[in-house]
């Protein structure tokens, strides 16, 4: 595309108020959740810092340590010098972790769900997938060259219906376990079902289940009681409740040596700088051994639940630290999200096509790093702000 048609796009996307803009945010751990944007201070509610570990001084000195000690970068790629000993203490912990024989680690979520879809499928089989999978999932299927069928938004049936009859075990079924701008659980024993009666490989994409969800954080799948036999694939992140970046597949031996050998986005690009390694190391330690976190963030987002019941406020039906509030129109989206701004809570508004036409929101998440008093704040002005719209 030629620059006229470029700036002709753009106009497009200003006027149906889906313009995109960056806002450079200084967090201040030190204060819990809380960030300068444009020399104002905010409360942020809407990162995925569920457990509050992005700003913990254990993982800042872990970093730093071994910065000191390794260097920055990891220099190469894991198959050529890039993969060192953070890299691999931190997969053994990922292994167990999640109770898997092996862990594999990614740059991105991003790039591990390329790998894994594009590795596990082939050219006869199905990709299924539920309507509302991160984008990082639909376009895995779509470079995989397998057909890609996606069904209703948490329906087994359908997708049971979708994946029936193609080659015999060459079929993947594919979700998020928290959705991701939804905030609800697939139906996983459902989905598991479906994925054993036609033998397809289920890939759950834990993203914002793992660290938060289960009796001990372990996700979607110990909430759900289901095993590596139900769901081969797991994809964790750690950027998300782990505080740090990166991300990684846990599976049996096979399916992470045949990853190993085969996925394009693992052997061609340069493996993690190894302070990231060690930082997700200490977050990983402190996630396991401090389940109050994790009771902490469910509770606040049960506190936000009632006070917006209290104040006539819908929000999805969501158990987990993601809690929308669905608005449909991007420009009261947008506006809500101004006045929210302008109040002192930073509370994004996500539109399409993030999330499908019609269905922009405001996404509300919490962190075990808020305060009860932060959570009243935010409905009261919420309240505020809704009805003053709606007068
Ligand atoms: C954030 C996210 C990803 C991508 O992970 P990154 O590490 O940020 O690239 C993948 N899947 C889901 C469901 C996500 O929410």
């Known amino acids: 595309m030629k620059p006229a048609a470029l700036q002709a796009g753009l106009a497009r996307l200003a006027a149906q108020r889906l313009q995109r803009r960056r806002r450079t945010a200084t967090p201040l751990p030190a204060e819990g959740p809380v960030v300068v944007v444009e020399g104002r201070r905010l409360v942020n509610f809407c990162g995925n810092d569920y457990l509050g570990l992005a700003g913990h001084p254990a993982l800042a000195q872990a970093l ?34 999640t109770g898997r024989r092996r862990a594999l680690l990614f740059s991105t979520g991003y790039m591990a769900n390329l790998a894994a879809i594009t590795c596990l499928a082939s050219r006869g089989s199905r990709v299924v997938l539920d309507r509302l999978c991160h984008a990082s999932l639909i376009d895995a299927a779509r470079l995989s060259g397998a057909r890609l069928k996606r069904f209703a938004h948490a329906d087994a049936a359908a997708a049971s219906a979708a994946l029936h009859h193609a080659a015999p075990g060459a079929d ?20 598991a079902q479906a994925a ?75 493996a993690l700088p190894p302070p990231v390694a060690a930082a997700a190391r200490a977050a990983l330690a402190i996630a396991a051994a401090e389940g109050w976190r994790r009771e902490r963030v469910l509770a606040l987002a049960a506190r936000l639940r009632r006070g917006a019941a209290d104040a006539g406020i819908t929000l999805l039906p969501s158990v987990s630290p993601i809690q929308p509030l669905l608005l449909g ?31 922009a929101r405001l996404r509300i998440t919490l962190s075990a790093a808020h305060t009860e008093a932060q959570v009243d704040a935010l409905i009261e002005t919420l309240a505020g702000v809704l009805s003053h719209a709606a007068a």
């Open 172 to 191: 993947l079924l594919v979700t998020d376990g928290v959705f991701s701008m939804d905030g609800d659980l697939a139906p996983l024993l459902e989905l």
């Open 329 to 359: 129109d991007s420009g009261r989206a947008l506006a809500l999200s101004e006045a929210l701004f302008a109040a002192g809570f930073w509370v994004a508004a996500i539109r399409p096509p993030t999330v499908p036409k019609g269905s």
């Open 64 to 97: 730093s340590q071994c910065a000191a000690l390794r260097g920055t970068g990891s220099g190469a790629s894991h198959l050529v010098t890039g993969h060192g000993p953070e890299h691999e203490r931190l997969e053994e912990e990922l292994a167990q972790f």
């Open 196 to 270: 054993r009666s036609a033998d397809a490989c289920l890939i759950v994409d834990d993203a914002h289940g793992l660290g938060v969800i289960g009796r001990t954080g372990r996700g979607c799948l110990e909430h759900f009681g289901l095993d590596g036999t139900a769901v081969p694939i797991l994809v964790g992140t750690l950027g998300k409740a782990f505080g740090c970046f990166g991300a990684f597949v846990a599976a049996d031996e096979v399916y992470i040596e045949w990853l190993l050998q085969t996925a394009r986005s693992y052997i061609y690009t340069t």
